[in-house]
Nanobody
Framework: QVQLVESGGGSVQAGGSLKLSCAAS?????MGWFRRAPGKEREGVAA??????PYADTVKGRFTISRDNAKNTVYLQMNSLKPEDTAMYYC????????????????WGQGSQVTVSA
């Protein structure tokens, strides 16, 4: 069992930046970030651990995922934030495919709220 602890959410104005962190209790090959906006389905945002790091089209060029294996921590740097990025962001870990589907992961964090105002 891997436990995930997220931090770094908050409120920011459009155009601003935030950085999310997720510390895992152990190493897993795949780690990713998902988000769920009010009234919408959960969306895969970015993932790391495979040969490439996939990003959702809606965040390409603005968000960057990275990881520090020594700390079992994954980060999501979010720049040029838009109001439509407002959502609960979830860290995910586990599995072997490292994609943007929820079914690729076994473990989930508690969520971190990101709110972007216009």
């Amino acid at each position: 069992q891997v436990q995930l602890v997220e931090s770094g959410g908050g409120s920011v104005q459009a155009g601003g930046s935030l950085k999310l962190s997720c510390a895992a209790s152990g190493y897993t090959r795949c780690m990713g970030w998902f988000r769920r906006a009010p009234g919408k389905e959960r969306e895969g945002v970015a993932a790391v651990g495979g040969s490439i790091s996939p990003y959702a089209d809606t965040v390409k060029g603005r968000f960057t995922i990275s990881r520090d294996n020594a700390k079992n921590t994954v980060y999501l740097q979010m720049n040029s934030l838009k109001p439509e990025d407002t959502a609960m962001y979830y860290c995910a870990a586990g599995g072997w495919f490292c994609g943007l589907s929820s079914s690729d992961y076994h473990y989930w964090g508690q969520g971190s709220q990101v709110t972007v105002s216009a």
